[in-house]
């Protein structure tokens, strides 16, 4: 299988080449040991899907994963490739690491859309939000340290079956709210720190729709 390769910025927004994604991680990390800092930064989405009742799924990271190992998180997340664009990335992660058929619409038209499309058969997903500088704190063998990225974040809703395809994730729940809020208020160092933020950041958005039946005409 061929390298994964990123395109690598600067924090000016300079692109200053490409780099395989294990040596990347590597050079931030031990940059960040030695500096407290890091002077590179790369491209990344965040997906936090829920079910039309307006329950959240988040995925548990694989004990394989370098970062946060165990921890409740996000729905889906990724490295955009050399090349690929955020809205790209966010549909090969769903089909790569949880088996799902995914699409994107406008913010304008993605109420209408999750409520007319069957949930059960493709996710139905929209941006809201592109941070340029995005903060991600991460814990690696007992050691904290903080990633940069330009993070493309992205909501969506889903009523299908998953799969999973890769080692990324070791399970799967799914809650409401109030349970989650409350499984964080007590068990603060079983979650990540992203699921902490997009849940601050993006609560109002997180709400149950009203499924439309579609019914055929001649």
């Keep these: ?7 690598i910025y600067s924090f000016e927004g300079e692109l200053v080449g490409q780099m395989e994604k294990k040596e990347f991680h ?10 407290g800092s890091t002077s590179i930064r790369h491209k990344h989405v965040r997906l936090f ?11 548990r990271r ?6 946060n190992q165990g921890l409740w ?3 889906v997340g990724g490295h955009v490739t050399s090349g690929d664009t955020f809205e790209l990335t966010a549909l090969k992660e769903c089909a790569e690491e949880l088996g799902i058929p995914s699409t994107i619409v406008s913010p304008e038209i993605f109420d209408n859309t999750a409520e007319t499309t ?3 058969v493709l996710a139905i997903l929209r941006p809201v939000a592109l941070l340029d500088n995005y903060q991600s704190h991460r814990m690696n063998e007992g050691s904290k340290w903080v990633e940069t990225g330009m993070t493309q974040f992205f909501i969506g809703y889903y009523d299908g079956s998953i799969r999973f395809i890769d080692s990324e994730c ?5 809650f409401n709210l109030e349970e989650l809020d ?6 603060p160092d079983n979650f990540t720190d992203d699921i902490k933020y997009i849940l601050s950041k993006f609560r109002g958005l997180i709400k149950p729709i009203e499924q439309k039946k579609h019914v055929l005409s001649d």
């Design 49 to 59: 899907l829920m079910t039309s009742k307006g329950r959240v799924i988040l995925q």
């Design 73 to 75: 998180d996000k729905t």
């Design 182 to 187: 409350d499984e964080i208020k007590q068990y």
């Design 170 to 174: 070791c399970g799967l729940q799914v």
């Design 26 to 35: 590597e050079t931030i990390r031990q940059e960040y040991k030695e500096k």
């Design 1 to 7: 299988m061929a390298a994964e390769l990123l395109d």
């Design 62 to 67: 694989s004990k394989w994963k370098g970062d």
């Design 118 to 120: 069957d949930l059960s």
